[in-house]
């Protein structure tokens, strides 16, 4: 599936969005043009957030924990706190 346009779209948040389920519901809303703020337990552990890199291909995906956000915008990391 190619980008979604979420410009003025809602934006969801997702608490546990590295898990099985929170992974879904994000994936779906992306899909649904929604921007997506999830929350994970560690940023800096890529093997458990990659797949979330590669869901916020589709729109605009931002997840963070207590120390770190990132946000995704079409695959791009847009900005870094």
Excluded: W
């Excluded at 992974?23 to 649904?32: N, R, S, W």
């Excluded at 458990?48 to 997840?63: Q, R």
């Amino acid at each position: 599936m190619g980008p979604v346009d979420h410009s003025g779209a809602y934006t969801a948040a997702v608490s546990g969005a590295s898990g099985f389920i929170g992974t879904e519901l994000v994936k779906q809303l992306l899909e649904k043009g929604y921007n997506v703020k999830g929350t994970v337990r560690d940023t800096s552990n890529t093997e458990k957030t990659a797949h979330l890199t590669k869901l916020a291909e589709v729109g605009c995906l931002m997840y963070a924990c207590a120390l770190h956000t990132i946000c995704m915008i079409h695959g791009q990391l847009c900005h870094a706190a």
